[in-house]
């Protein structure tokens, strides 16, 4: 038994790796998201009170940050990126909208089927972050907003999910008539590596690039989720997603890259430190540093461990930078 | 003693025998560097239906060409900070000349013949001072250099001819100095510019966008028949702070931003590769770094968003769509926002494609 399947495998090499991809990681992923913002939906209805939605909340937001690596496919197709999540958001784009329904006491939030019409920073878990936890003055507006941004995340996610199934084939069937999006299964592989190593980029140059700024200015309110000391855990899950990512992609010595991302998450899990403020303590900030280099170690094992073994470069364009 | 500008202009109008045309090449439309697998640079010549009409290899890296309007033959300029610049015979395949820069001036990759193909222009650094310069060669005196006038700005980059007859040239006004490779030196303080002069170097209009971009570098730009210019940017910023990176120039001594609203921007990483203007008043810029093309009309709208894995170059082509290429080796065609794969190379395209007879 285990040695037909080891002939099949070797038989569709092409497509082992994506097909575990799908399986183990993109559609759980998304199926995860989906049940968590559904209960999130369904707790603010109940009761929109920011203490009795916030358990519900983290359960969501985790499940996106778990998943929010994965920007091509139906989230890219329906342009949904920006609405689950905005950020960076150095133009604080987020709390204009927010200000600007709040102001007008706009009834747009008591209209769940016209509410994806408003400014994306209204919409994600970045708003509702905003309205969880900072002081609402008008408490009868934030509850309506509350729940019609917890019933819009919602939405937004079942849509996806409902859309990954056919997303799903046109990768596991690249090369064959009619599918105009992967033409072959370089280009499939492609957009997991891609997923891979724009996520790790993110982690790096974002979540905890931007809090870490400059020695001599450091920028801990940008801190990915600072408002509500989670910027620590995005860190972790965002490791923890990618390294499923990684091995699930690709069969083959992961040595260096599994060492690299263990390493990174015992920095990361050290570092007590739960809206990363130790950015701005010198003695706090080097191990911010430090998890940062070892991203960076992460980053140099994945492009050796599974970018060459694929036959993936990085892009001739996109790093020219001329 | 006549005066430097009369003395250009007289030999504008000095006329020259060519020799084989570009149908002795195999009648490309456009002009790409590339790499070949081995890593080998070459200059491909690409036809309407994707193929090539010929490789011909290259000392090193290549960026974009100059390329003759009529006589079979482009000049590849190397990419900053290269000082040497190739000039190559299309229906031969061979190298013919090789030009250098002035001593303490580097070019950027870009180049432009006049409209009777007599004058070779260059942007150049002038590295000790940071000025940017546009170098004139004689191309009927075997490329003899002339003479060079100032761009009007710094790191002046792209330079086109008009089909009005003058020249545009895009100022990025980023300095840098090749001992520290590409750092960039004044971001505090860049001014970049569209600047268009006429042949003999006379500064005929200027345009800017309003001073609190002015981090917006100027990079890359391409004329519309009307001789409007589109122009592409790369962002000095945050990121995410990213302005659009795209604007137009129709003769008004200003730049016309067009509208890229925060959606379309985030994952650009504030960076455009390539901008054409095409058919019946579209525009198109390609984003490598968000692997996608967008197209606007000519009232600066966005009008289509298309994905292709390390787009980059765009040139408008004869039949009114835009010929688009990518690093992975693919040539596609854009029209009515779609993009159709017109043919796959083993090659990983450069930059920048460069139209032939477009002007």
Not at chain 2, 52 to 78: K, N, Q, S, W, Y
Not at chain 2, 283 to 311: C, H, I, K, L, M
Request: glycine share 10%.
């Amino acid at each position: 038994m285990r040695l037909a399947l080891v002939l099949c495998l070797t038989a569709l090499p092409a497509f082992a790796d994506v097909q575990r991809a799908i399986d183990t990681h993109i559609l759980p992923g998304y199926a995860a998201l989906a049940q968590a913002t559904d209960d999130l939906a369904s707790d603010a209805a109940a009761d929109c009170t920011p203490e009795a939605v916030r358990p519900g909340f983290n359960t969501a937001y985790d499940a996106w940050i778990s998943i929010s690596h994965i920007q091509f496919g139906p989230i890219e197709d329906l342009a949904l990126t920006l609405q689950m999540s905005f950020w960076p958001d150095p133009k604080d784009s987020t709390g204009k909208a927010l200000g600007r329904l709040i102001a007008a006491q706009d009834p747009i939030v008591d209209d769940p089927a016209a509410w994806a019409e408003v400014s994306a920073a209204a919409q994600g878990f970045t708003a509702l972050e905003r309205l969880l936890y900072e002081p609402q003055s008008d408490a009868d507006y934030a509850c309506r907003l509350t729940q019609v941004v917890a019933t819009g995340l919602a939405d937004k996610s079942a849509e996806i999910l409902a859309d990954w199934p056919a997303f799903a084939r046109l990768m596991t069937t690249a090369g064959t008539d009619g599918n105009t999006r992967f033409q072959n299964d370089d280009e499939t592989r492609r957009a997991l590596y891609t997923a891979l190593s724009t996520g790790l980029e993110f982690l790096h140059d974002q979540r905890l690039g931007r809090p870490l700024g400059t020695f001599d200015r450091p920028r801990p309110r940008r801190a990915e989720a600072r408002r509500s000391e989670r910027s620590q855990h995005h860190i972790e899950l965002s490791l923890a997603a990618l390294e499923n990512l990684a091995t699930a992609m690709i069969d083959g010595d992961l040595t260096d890259t599994r060492a690299a991302f263990a390493k990174a998450q015992e920095l990361a899990s050290a570092l007590n430190d739960p809206a990363l403020a130790g950015v701005s303590d010198p003695l706090r900030r080097i191990r911010v540093e430090a998890l940062q280099r070892t991203v960076r170690d992460i980053q140099n094992a994945v492009n050796t461990e599974i970018g060459k073994p694929l036959g993936i470069t990085a892009g001739f364009n996109s790093l020219d930078g001329d | 003693m006549p005066s430097r500008r009369a003395f250009l202009a007289g030999l504008t109008s000095a006329s020259l025998t060519p020799t084989l045309g570009w149908a002795a090449a195999g009648n490309p439309i456009a002009l790409s560097a590339a790499m070949r697998p081995d890593g080998q640079h070459v200059l491909v010549g690409l036809t309407a239906s994707g193929g090539a009409t010929f490789e011909i290899p290259l000392p090193a890296r290549g960026h974009a060409a100059a390329a003759h309007p009529d006589v079979a033959e482009a000049v590849a300029i190397a990419r900053r900070p290269g000082t040497f610049a190739k000039v190559i015979d299309c229906a031969r395949g061979n190298v013919t000349q090789t030009l250098h820069a002035p001593q303490g001036r580097h070019f950027y990759g870009h180049g432009a013949f006049s409209s009777d193909g007599t004058l070779l222009f260059t942007p150049e650094n002038d590295i000790a001072t940071g000025q940017g310069w546009i170098g004139v060669w004689d191309r009927s005196a075997g490329y003899k250099r002339l003479d060079s006038f100032a761009s009007a700005g710094i790191g002046p980059h792209e330079i086109l001819r008009l089909p009005n007859g003058l020249l545009a040239v895009a100022n990025g006004g980023i300095r840098t100095h090749p001992n520290i490779g590409r750092d960039k030196l004044n971001l505090d303080t860049m001014r970049p510019n569209l600047a268009l002069f006429d042949t003999t170097g006379q500064l005929i209009d200027f345009g800017e966008l309003p001073g609190n971009l002015h981090q917006n570098s100027l990079r890359h730009i391409a004329a519309a028949p009307d001789s409007n210019v589109v122009c592409g940017f790369q962002w000095q910023g945050d990121p995410f702070d990213a302005p659009p990176l795209v604007a137009l120039y129709e003769g008004t001594g200003t730049l016309t931003q067009a509208q890229m609203d925060d959606a379309t921007l985030f994952g650009l990483d504030g960076y455009i590769g390539s901008v054409s203007a095409f058919g019946q008043g579209h525009y198109a810029a390609s984003a490598p770094r968000g692997n996608t093309t967008f197209v606007f009309n000519g009232e600066g709208a966005q009008t289509g968003a298309v994905r292709a894995t390390d787009v980059c170059g765009l040139c408008a082509a004869p039949d009114g769509t835009c010929l688009v290429t990518d690093g992975t080796g693919r040539v596609h065609s854009l029209k009515d926002n779609a993009l159709s794969l017109l043919a796959t190379h083993p090659l990983a395209f450069d930059n920048h494609l460069v139209a032939l007879n477009q002007v």
